[in-house]
């Protein structure tokens, strides 16, 4: 074991109580990676408390252990321990008042070791492959429950086992969690083909309002859109799925205005030689080589004019 592993491993073993949060607007790695390791932990004996800003969206509510989480931590900790989390900005409200992480479990390739003890991995698909990985050898056992929340980060990070990025050894964990005896069809079904009626119909806001120059493809979501539609969560209901899947689309970007003076931007570059975690760094974003995202001021007509300027200036970078 290495002296990183063995520390971390101390480090749970000894803390009573521990806290783990994650980022905001929390994907299905992001919750899956909390639980699993909120989980475990809670059945080697400890106090934990899971944190997540913006809560669990209603497409993950089926998640075993997602009804412990709430929304700022409270109370004193021995230990706390961020996953999935590419720096600190993003864990957004949930560790107000706080002092830093000891613990950071982390797969992006932009991530800043901000914590005391870091491991950062960014060729794992996922920050559930490293808790598949490394749980047992910290003494954690992996249960049916913790299983689906690890196989839920697998399969929504590589979309399914189909991303770039999908290894052997993710097929490998999912295989070994198939075997515990969890409902793999469900848990994908559930995290990345079924959607609500008011999600549907916010795609059809952004679908309308698709662009296109040169390699770039664009759709955005305005707070209006939102309102009209029904839906509750403040992303963009995954429609950047459907815009990365167009076919004249190098790289793929989805605006989601989030108040009249901040929008979100989601890249995804569909080319081997793009890497747009490189963008959004422009920006104060991050993320992976092929799927990025960052919060920026301004309205949505000003972050888009200067994320496509930027994005074009890339997209005609010689490679
Ligand atoms: P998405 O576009 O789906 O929100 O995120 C794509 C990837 O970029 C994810 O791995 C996510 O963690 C990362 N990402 C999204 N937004 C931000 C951000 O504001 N800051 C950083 N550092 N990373 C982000
Ligand atoms: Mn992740």
């Known amino acids: 074991m290495t002296e990183l592993h063995a520390e971390i491993k101390s480090r749970f073993q000894t803390a009573g109580r521990i806290l783990i949060v994650s980022h905001v607007r929390p994907d299905g790695d992001a919750i899956g990676s909390t639980l699993a390791l909120g989980l475990a932990l809670a059945d080697a004996g400890k106090e934990v408390q899971m944190a997540l800003a913006d809560g669990v969206p209603a497409g993950f509510k089926h998640l075993p252990g997602s009804d412990k989480i709430v929304k700022k931590a409270e109370g004193q900790f021995d230990l706390i321990v961020t996953v999935d989390c590419s720096d600190l900005k993003r864990v957004g409200e949930a560790l107000d008042g706080y002092a830093h992480p000891d613990i950071v479990i982390d797969h992006h390739l932009t991530t800043e070791p901000f914590g005391t003890l870091n491991l950062i991995e960014p060729e794992a698909v996922a920050t559930a492959s490293l808790l598949t990985r490394y749980m047992p050898l910290w003494g954690l056992t992996i249960t049916v429950p913790i299983a689906a929340n690890l196989l839920t980060g697998l399969v929504t990070d590589t979309l399914g086992?189909?991303?770039?990025?999908?290894?052997?050894?993710?097929?490998?964990?999912?295989?070994?969690?198939?075997?515990?005896?969890?409902?793999?069809?469900?848990?994908?079904?559930?995290?990345?083909?079924?959607?609500?009626?008011?999600?549907?119909?916010?795609?059809?806001?952004?679908?309308?309002?698709?662009?296109?120059?040169?390699?770039?493809?664009?759709?955005?979501?305005?707070?209006?859109?939102?309102?009209?539609?029904?839906?509750?969560?403040?992303?963009?209901?995954?429609?950047?799925?459907?815009?990365?899947?167009?076919?004249?689309?190098?790289?793929?970007?989805?605006?989601?205005?989030?108040?009249?003076?901040?929008?979100?931007?989601?890249?995804?570059?569909?080319?081997?030689?793009?890497?747009?975690?490189?963008?959004?760094?422009?920006?104060?974003?991050?993320?992976?080589?092929?799927?990025?995202?960052?919060e920026i001021n301004g309205s949505l007509a000003e972050v888009q004019e200067k994320v496509l300027a930027a994005t074009r200036k890339a997209l005609n970078q010689p490679h």
């Open 161 to 294: 086992f189909r991303t770039a990025n999908t290894t052997p050894e993710a097929l490998r964990q999912a295989a070994d969690l198939l075997e515990l005896g969890v409902d793999m069809s469900s848990l994908y079904f559930r995290s990345l083909v079924r959607r609500t009626f008011a999600g549907a119909k916010y795609w059809g806001a952004g679908l309308s309002s698709l662009q296109r120059t040169d390699g770039i493809v664009w759709a955005t979501l305005t707070m209006a859109e939102r309102k009209a539609s029904g839906y509750t969560g403040n992303d963009d209901a995954d429609l950047i799925s459907v815009v990365s899947s167009i076919d004249e689309a190098d790289i793929a970007i989805m605006f989601v205005e989030q108040n009249p003076q901040k929008t979100k931007v989601s890249w995804r570059g569909l080319k081997a030689h793009l890497d747009v975690s490189q963008i959004a760094r422009q920006f104060g974003g991050g993320g992976h080589k092929a799927a990025s995202g960052a």
